[in-house]
């Protein structure tokens, strides 16, 4: 059997930065990976459209002040295929490739008690020993493709935006039936409409959107941040999201007057982005508040789209407005005044079935010659529910986790040593700029693995009544906001039969980075530790 220091689950942002710090302190490490080359999130998804939400500049590594200088990103919201360039330059520039196995997915994990090691399985049959496993599978690596019945029948062809074909997909002449309107099919369905002859959308829940005003980086932008990269990277990580453009004011919107408002809102969604969300202190905790950003998105749409009774449809009224995550689109509402694109209203006709024609809803039959299954993820806990992780006892994951994810501080669990976690549930993550949120967690497994080096620890494991304080914790905070007020993917709302919990950490980043330094401060006092004696 093999033997590593640590076994490293997923090539993507996360994955490649931990074997760099691995590596750098002298240990063995091995990255597995299922596809054909890494990316993470940015391999598999491939769809017409796909782009980070987050501005290029702040969605990226800063780690290596030569890597962040030597890097110029070509657009304000960088595309897929540019962020996998991106990472492929990282994985070549610091020799990563040699410790990272592809097309092979990890299977099971089990922790030998007696030696304090793992065991990791994979597909082709390999079983790998290791003293620590780090979970970097990403929060958004699994699709939830819902079983629609008589899908299989379908003669057209049929894609999920998570699995795009390499590629691409021309639509050329054809009629499109898009499932779905999150994120992915926000920012595919304007480019789809484009080339096809029709477009029919499926909608059971409309989102907020905002327009990103996309386009070449800003020339100030660029020259400001190789100014002030160390000081603008501070900054982000100060704030809520760690996002500068949010940038949160501490004024309350039912304090402002009507007028103030809708000038407030005007001038953040001439900015675009996210910066929607920072308008007032209390939109994310105040339900009237929330109402007046969502009554301005309404006002927006009715404004772009045409068509009233369209127009009507497309604006959400079910949840307040953030409390699933805001997407950020290049003309999507705009796409609907186009004559070849119509919408239909799973609520008013829901969806009964996948036919050979097309699709068909209790209204009747919509013919297409190729459908798009846009139905978002399995997300954070999805790849880890696919593989059969054991810890103390044989006690699988699956069964601690089966009324929703325990973890403390979002990196380890209870009853699983030596097993670390990427941006798990109970960490930000998701509500966070994901790259700050990734090099935050991987500094953090990396220093204490190092830190028990120096000792001689062979393991070390989260108490239950750490865990079980931080669970509480993380519910406390998210309680008051509107967060769980909408049946969100970071619920797990979005897939059938998977527990309702609020999933990632509401209560800012800076507050959960100080109460992880505060963690390792106290020699992980939370922890259960063992030497290399036994």
Known sequence: ??????????????????????????????????????????????????????????YSYSFSPELDAEWVWSERYATQPELLRYLNHVADRFDLRRDIQLETRVTAARFDEQANRWTVETDAGEAISARYVVMAT??????????????????????????????????????????????????????????????????????????????????????????????????ARETGFGILMVDTREALA??????????????????????????????????AANKT???????????????????EKLSPKSFPIGSK?????????????????????????PLEAITPKGVRTAAGEYEADAIVYATGFDAMTGAL???????RGGAALSDAWAEGPRTYLGLTVAGFPNLFLVTGPGSP?????????????????????AWMGERQLSAIEATAQAQD??????????????????????????????????????????????????????GYADFALASDAR
């Open 385 to 391: 529910s696919r593989i059969d992780i054991r810890g």
């Open 254 to 287: 039912l304090e402002d007057t009507p007028e103030a408002r809708q000038a407030e809102y005007e001038r953040r969604w001439k900015i675009g982005g996210f910066a929607l969300l920072g308008a007032y202190a209390d939109l994310t905790a105040d339900v």
């Open 429 to 449: 993550s998701v509500l966070c700029n994901m790259a700050v949120a990734i090099e935050q967690h991987v500094d953090w497994i990396s220093d204490c693995i």
């Open 138 to 235: 990403g929060c958004l690596s699994v699709a939830n493709a819902p079983a629609f019945e008589g899908a299989g029948s379908f003669k057209g062809k049929s894609w999920h935006t998570s699995d795009w074909p390499r590629d691409g997909v021309d639509f050329s002449g054809q009629r499109v039936a898009v499932i779905g309107t999150g994120s992915s099919a926000i920012q595919s369905i304007p480019i789809i409409a484009e080339q096809a002859a029709q477009v029919t959308v499926f909608q059971r829940t409309p989102n907020f959107s905002v327009p990103a005003y996309n386009g070449p980086v800003d020339p100030a932008v660029a020259a400001d941040w190789a100014e002030n990269r160390a000081q603008r990277r501070a900054e």
């Open 293 to 311: 950003a969502a009554e301005f998105v309404h006002g927006k749409i009715r404004e772009i789209v045409k068509n009233p009774e369209t127009a």
């Open 469 to 522: 304080a931080w669970v509480e914790h993380v519910n406390e905070v998210a309680a008051p906001t509107v967060f769980p007020l909408a049946n969100s993917w970071y619920m797990g709302a979005n897939v059938e039969g998977k527990p309702r919990v609020f999933m990632p950490y509401i209560g800012g980043f800076p507050a959960y980075r100080d109460k992880c330094n505060e963690v390792a401060a106290s």
């Open 1 to 58: 059997m093999a033997q590593v220091d640590a076994v490293v689950v997923g090539a993507g942002f996360s994955g490649l930065y931990m074997l760099h710090r691995l590596r750098a302190q002298g240990l063995t490490a091995r990255v597995i990976e299922a596809g054909t080359g890494v990316g993470g999130t940015w391999y598999w998804n491939r769809y017409p459209g796909a782009r980070v939400d987050i501005e290029s500049q702040e």
């Open 325 to 349: 995550r805001l997407c950020v689109d290049t003309g999507y509402y705009a796409t609907f005044n186009r004559d070849n694109v119509r919408l239909v209203d799973l609520k008013e006709e």
